[in-house]
Structures are given as C-alpha cells and as structure tokens.
C-alpha cells in the first residue's frame, strides 16, 4: 500500500506544484501586460492633466450660451490646427503609424461640416511651428494621444450640439461625433499601439510632444474666444 500511496501523493503534489506554477505563470503574464498596457497611456494622461483641465474650461463648446457662428469659427479654428497637423505628420516614416494617422484622419470631417454649415471665410492654417517636430515616432504617439483622446471628449461635445443647436444627423458635426459607437474600440486600439511603439527610454520625448499639443491647440482654437463667444 505504501508505494502506491507514496505514487498518488507524489502526483497529486507534482499536480499541485505545476498547476500553481501555471497560475503564477498566467497571472504574473497577466500583470506585466496591464502594468505594459497602462504605462505610456497613464503616464501621459498624468502628465497632461492639468492642460486638459485648462482647455475644457477655455472652449466655449460645453457653454450655456454657446451659439451657431461661435461654433462656426471654433470649427474652422479646430479646421486650420488639423491642416497643419495632418501635413506634418503624414512625413512619419514609420509604416504602421503612417497608416493609422491616415486612417485616422479628420480633415475631412471638419471640412465637410464648415460646408455644411456654410462656412465660407478662408481658413487659417497654425504656423507649423506651434507643432512639436515628428522626428521620433513618440512625438508623433505623444501628439496623437491629444488628439484621439479628445474623440472620447467629443461625444459629449456633439450630444451638447444637438441639444444646443438643433444640429442633427452627424450633419455639420461629424467631427465631434468622430467614431461614433466605435469610439471605445478606437480608443482601446490606439493605447494598444502607443504602448506598443514606444519604447520605455522614448516616453519623455513622447510627454513633450502630448504638452505641445495641448498647448497649440489651446492657443490656436481658444485664441479668439472672449471676442466670438459673445458673438
Ligand atoms: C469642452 C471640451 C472638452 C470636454 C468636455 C472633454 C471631456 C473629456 C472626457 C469626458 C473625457 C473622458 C475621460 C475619461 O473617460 O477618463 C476626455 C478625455 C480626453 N480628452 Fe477631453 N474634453 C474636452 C476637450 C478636449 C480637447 C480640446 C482635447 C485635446 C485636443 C482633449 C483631450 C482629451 C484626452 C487626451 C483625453 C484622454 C484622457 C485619457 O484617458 O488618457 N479634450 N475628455
């Protein structure tokens, strides 16, 4: 009796031993990749707080008394940012994230609702170099993250739109709508890419370039809001 005892003890604890292994394996698996997945993202979202803080509070969008010609010139104003932006970044070289700020783009979008809105004044471009340059691929990742964080953001804008200014549809928004029902997945998609293209010695260079943007942005599009707020 006593061997074959021995025999089912040793494999039940040979049993137990690699089942705990595995578990440990899975969950230490498990926590480098939330500790990977958040880093980059957290740590921008950290170091750019207070910037977004300031912007909420200075774009009139979210106002009360918001009106339909303040949100025409701060649609062309947000117009004249992304011209310049999606300029400079489509000279990126690197393959993958070339394609996303491509298929990303929003060009479109704020020149199809300033169309539709009738808009007809001629929009004015940032100067280039409110931008941070795009030579390293975090700067392009740390900017990105400004602007595709903002969609989330976004949703609220439009739903305030339609409640403000009767606007219906996605017609003379479809920027603010952005992606829509897909925003979540979009959103998840882009950490997933920004953590994976930037190596941990970059994430300097890319939180330089997410305050750049913040600030640009703020300066372009918020530059005339005491004068067309009340408009
Ligand atoms: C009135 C204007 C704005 C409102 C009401 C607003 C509101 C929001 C809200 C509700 C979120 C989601 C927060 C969360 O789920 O944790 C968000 C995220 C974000 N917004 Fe805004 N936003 C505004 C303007 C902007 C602008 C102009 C930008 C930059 C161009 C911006 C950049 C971001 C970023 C980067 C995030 C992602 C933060 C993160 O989770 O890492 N927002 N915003």
């Given at each position: 009796m006593q061997p074959t005892h021995r025999i089912v003890t040793d494999s039940y604890l040979l049993w137990k031993i690699i089942d705990s292994w595995v578990k440990c394996s899975i969950w230490a698996r498990l926590g480098s990749l939330v500790g990977e997945y958040l880093l980059i993202v957290q740590t921008l979202k950290l170091h750019t707080a207070e910037l977004h803080s300031r912007i909420e509070q200075r774009?009139?969008?979210?106002?009360?008394?918001?009106t339909l010609n303040s949100y025409r010139e701060t649609l062309a104003a947000y117009c004249g940012f992304y011209a310049t932006w999606e300029f400079a970044a489509?000279?990126?070289?690197h393959p993958v994230l070339a394609a996303a700020v491509r298929e990303r783009s929003k060009l479109p979008l704020l020149e199809a609702d300033l169309a539709e809105l009738n808009y007809s004044e001629v929009v004015e471009p940032l100067p280039s170099f409110l931008l941070p340059d795009f030579r390293q691929d975090a700067q392009l990742i740390g900017s990105m993250y400004v602007l595709e964080g903002s969609t989330l953001g976004g949703q609220l804008i439009a739903r305030h739109l339609e409640r403000k200014?009767?606007?219906?549809?996605?017609?003379?928004y479809s920027f603010f709508r952005?992606?829509?029902?897909q925003t979540s997945e979009r959103w998840t998609a882009f950490k997933a890419l920004a953590e994976h293209l930037t190596p941990p010695d970059s994430i300097g260079a890319a939180i330089l370039a997410a305050r750049q943007t913040f600030v640009a942005i703020e300066e372009w599009v918020c530059r005339d809001v005491a004068t067309v707020a009340s408009q």
């Open positions: 774009l009139p969008l979210m106002d009360a008394a918001l489509a000279n990126i070289l200014l009767g606007l219906k549809n996605g017609v003379g952005g992606y829509g029902s």
